[in-house]
């Protein structure tokens, strides 16, 4: 029989990346009892799950930190974009500095949580994944903290069961890896996870084939390595860059040029493009004109520069329509960017083969391979699952949450997701999300939002304290009138233009719905901070 432990707490963290290890450190500094349960076996979320061949972060090292000095004073990260055993050994740093694992459950999932009326607390209930333990945790406040990339999405492909070889999705790589040398690899999906896992295997691969369906509009990284002296001599620039992340769009410390791809010349918006395309990384992306993704006229332009710069790599014209396409597949970055090291060369290569699902889609999978409606059989030794996530909401709908009358959270998010602020959910008392939907979450640096959120989060549990309140729950209207202001922004932009991710549109049956709060950081930061100056109105407290 497997045992059972009981403990209580104020405040159940979910999840020990960015958003929940801030929450944990804030909230203990003020003196909260407070603890998190962490499905990984060790610290950073995505950073632990993430461990495919040439997974690294697509943001600039120094602003991918938190921004406490005392962390980042004596880190270095020796590459400009660092890889995931970095990130991890950055994570390991913060825990030597902060103490944070003696706070954490590792190992363990969250299974369930049931609201009791009577006391006001979640009972909740959290399994370890060897051993099968089971903790009964009881707590006053849930502050789910699941990250957007944390529920694989794996599509129904016939026969996907019954392949002999090695299958494995990008975010449930094996922690001891897998040598690639040698092998026919597949790679099915080319978002971000799938570029940068077929820009690393293809040089050591004996074949590869790329199952694409849409082309991914990958932006040039311009990686290099970082000189500890060069880092010491960045780090004078840090406080002030730091503190530029919480006013910028998207969290980082550049934004978007203040002028519309249509106010200026040829030559001038040219000009403007190839500075933006030389600094390389999202600058090309959230760096670009204000109206780029307003305006179909001005993404236009930014996506023929894209294109006629990608074209240039690729030897093969043949292959300029599948990788490159005359027109875009859909309004430039209305579908996240990747960046990329040396992907469109990996297609020079005559070991590579790419295969375009709109007109030839994948049949089945056989115990040797991949079979296309051409008839071939794709022979594979490793099949790898790039196909993304449930995004934003998986994580949260994955857990059995109940409110006291046994109503599903998954089944209040069946017709789409809806909270007040970015941060709470009607008839679901006492339950937080950072970093979750409606808020900025996959908009934002993760860093940034985990801190500019987070802290928000914090003064709200600091002054449910102060105020001996037991119960929050937000309102309806406070949903609705957020939902408008979701709406209102989405509809005067190109999201709705692709089949994203960021519109939950990659899950079928999914609800189609912008999965985040599309209007920027600061703007986030100025409804919340007015809530919070006005006393919290969108919420009922007892
Ligand atoms: O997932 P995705 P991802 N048959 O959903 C294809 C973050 N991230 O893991 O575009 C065939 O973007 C799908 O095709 P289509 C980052 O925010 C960050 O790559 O839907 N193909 C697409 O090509 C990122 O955006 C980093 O037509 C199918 C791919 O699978 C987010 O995570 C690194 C299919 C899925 O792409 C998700 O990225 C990695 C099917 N049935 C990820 N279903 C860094 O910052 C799906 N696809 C380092």
Redo the contacts with the bound molecule.
């Keep these: 029989m497997t045992s059972s432990v009981h403990e209580e707490h104020e405040i159940l963290i979910v999840g020990a990346g960015f958003a929940g290890l801030y929450q944990l450190h804030k909230l203990r500094e003020r003196g909260h009892d407070v603890h998190v349960v962490e499905s990984a076996s060790g610290l950073g979320g995505?950073w632990y799950w993430?461990c495919y061949p040439g997974?690294?972060?697509?943001?600039w090292g120094p602003m991918y930190q938190f921004s406490d000095e005392k962390l980042w004073r004596d880190w270095n990260f020796s590459e400009l974009?660092p890889n995931?055993e970095e990130v991890r050994k950055y994570f390991h740093h913060v825990d030597e500095k902060l103490g944070l694992s003696r706070d954490i459950t590792f190992d363990t999932r969250v299974t369930q949580a049931t609201f009791d009326e009577g006391t006001h607390r979640w009972n909740v209930v959290a399994v370890n994944n060897t051993t099968g333990e089971v903790r009964r945790i009881t707590a006053r406040y849930l502050v789910l903290c699941t990250g957007?990339?944390s529920k694989?999405?794996i599509?129904?492909?016939p026969g996907l069961d019954t392949f002999q070889g090695i299958k494995h999705h990008?975010?449930r790589w094996p922690q001891e890896g897998i040598d690639l040398s040698g092998k026919r690899l597949g790679v099915?999906?080319?978002?971000?996870?799938?570029?940068?896992v077929i820009q690393e295997a293809a040089p050591v691969v004996d074949h590869l084939t790329v199952?694409?369906?849409?082309p991914?509009i990958a932006l040039p990284m311009r990686q290099r390595t970082i000189s500890d002296a060069e880092n010491a001599a960045d780090k004078q620039t840090y406080p002030q860059r730091m503190a530029r992340r919480n006013g910028t769009f998207a969290g980082f410390d550049y934004d978007f040029v203040q002028q519309s791809a249509l106010e200026v010349s040829d030559e001038e918006r040219t000009k403007i493009l190839e500075e933006l395309w030389e600094i390389g990384g999202f600058v090309y992306w959230l760096g670009n004109f204000s109206d780029v993704f307003s305006n179909e006229e001005s993404n236009r332009y930014v996506y023929d520069f894209w294109r006629d710069k990608t074209r240039m790599r690729i030897k093969n014209k043949d292959l300029w329509d599948v990788l490159a396409p005359t027109d875009p597949?859909h309004p430039f970055g209305v579908?996240?960017p990747?960046?990329e090291q040396r992907y469109y060369e990996v297609f020079n290569q005559d070991n590579v083969d790419i295969v375009t699902?709109?007109s030839n889609?994948?049949e089945r999978v056989t115990p040797a391979g991949v079979v296309t409606a051409d008839g071939i059989e794709h022979r594979l030794d490793v099949l790898v699952?790039?196909?993304?996530?449930d995004?934003v909401t998986g994580g949260i709908t994955a857990i059995d949450i109940r409110n006291a009358a046994g109503e599903s959270f998954a089944d209040s998010f069946k017709d789409g997701a809806h909270t007040a602020l970015g941060t709470a959910t009607a008839g679901f008392p006492n339950l937080l999300f950072v970093y979750g939907p409606q808020s900025p979450s996959?908009f934002c640096n993760g860093p940034t939002c985990a801190e500019a959120q987070g802290e928000w989060v914090v003064d709200f549990l600091d002054y449910l304290r102060e105020n001996r309140i037991t119960r929050i729950e937000p309102t309806r209207e406070a949903e609705k009138s957020w939902q408008n202001k979701i709406d209102e922004i989405t509809s005067s932009t190109l999201f709705d233009r692709a089949?994203?991710?960021y519109m939950g549109?990659?899950v079928p049956g999914k609800k189609v719905q912008m999965l985040m709060y599309p209007g920027g950081l600061p703007m986030f930061l100025h409804e919340v901070n007015e809530s919070a100056a006005n006393g919290y109105p969108e919420f009922v407290k007892n």
């Design positions: 995505v993430n997974a690294r972060v697509d943001t974009y995931w957007f990339g694989p999405y599509p129904d492909l990008t975010a099915i999906g080319t978002g971000a996870s799938g570029v940068q199952f694409q369906r849409t991914m597949p579908k996240r990747s960046l699902l709109r889609p994948i699952l790039a196909t993304g996530f995004a996959a089949e994203s991710w549109a990659n």
